[in-house]
């Protein structure tokens, strides 16, 4: 089993950058593939991006393609997104997810782990 905590969200103004961090405890990443997710007040939990277990493939949602970045270090155990140019609508609580079933698509109950979640607030 595997324990993940996400760092770095907070309040930004809209066309600013944050990193997200995904931090692991219990077993090393590199056994799982990953996630990230977001959830907004009153809306369902929506897929962000996902990556395989080595980093080589990658897979964005189409509202943040060529903004977020996900990617990762296996030596330092670590899955991070990279946002940039953020929107107001970007503004939700992210969660990373892992999977042990090599699955890093859009179908949350494809993970089998999840973060407790970091706010991102974008001020318009």
């Known amino acids: 089993q595997v324990q993940l905590v996400e760092s770095g969200g907070g309040l930004v103004q809209a066309g600013g950058s944050l990193r997200l961090s995904c931090g692991a405890s219990g077993r090393t990443l590199s056994s799982y593939t990953m996630g990230w997710f977001r959830q907004a007040p009153g809306k369902e939990r929506e897929f962000v991006a996902g990556i395989s277990w080595s980093g080589f493939n990658r897979y964005e949602a189409d509202s943040v393609k060529g903004r977020f970045t996900i990617s990762r270090n296996n030596a330092k155990n670590t899955v991070y997104l990279q946002m940039n140019s953020l929107r107001f609508e970007d503004t939700a609580v992210y969660y990373c997810?892992?999977?042990?079933?090599?699955?890093?698509?859009?179908?949350?109950?494809?993970?089998?782990?999840w973060g407790q979640g970091t706010q991102v607030t974008v001020s318009s």
């Open positions: 997810a892992a999977s042990s079933r090599g699955q890093y698509g859009s179908d949350p109950s494809a993970y089998d782990y």
